[in-house]
């Protein structure tokens, strides 16, 4: 089994900033790329960053220069730093781990931008 334990989720301001941490435990030998997804209500979930192993990243159009993705290979550990948020970023968001057969998903956390 793998667990994922997400947190960092809250209410802010418009402007303001949250950190949100994924942290993967059990047994999952080998992750792969590391993803976010969020999911706004009535909204289909889309991804809004990626990174892989190798620390390789893209982002949606919509989140450049205001999220940047990291990850801690040692912690099985992946983190969203979210800048300059806006109403529109508001959501749930999922963090989800490539294995190296299977994918997991979190599950979710709560971020909601007051205007």
């Known amino acids: 089994q793998v667990q994922l334990v997400e947190s960092g989720g809250g209410l802010v301001q418009a402007g303001g900033s949250l950190r949100l941490s994924c942290a993967a435990s059990g047994s999952i030998f080998s992750i792969n790329a590391m993803n976010w997804y969020r999911q706004a209500p009535g909204k289909q979930r889309d991804l809004v960053a990626r990174i892989t192993r190798s620390g390789s990243t893209n982002y949606a159009d919509s989140v450049k220069g205001r999220f940047t993705i990291s990850r801690d290979n040692a912690k099985n550990t992946v983190y969203l730093q979210m800048n300059s948020l806006e109403p529109e970023d508001t959501g749930v968001y999922y963090c989800?781990?490539?294995?190296?057969?299977?994918?997991?998903w979190g599950q979710g956390t709560q971020v909601t931008v007051s205007s």
């Open positions: 989800k781990v490539e294995g190296v057969v299977l994918e997991y």
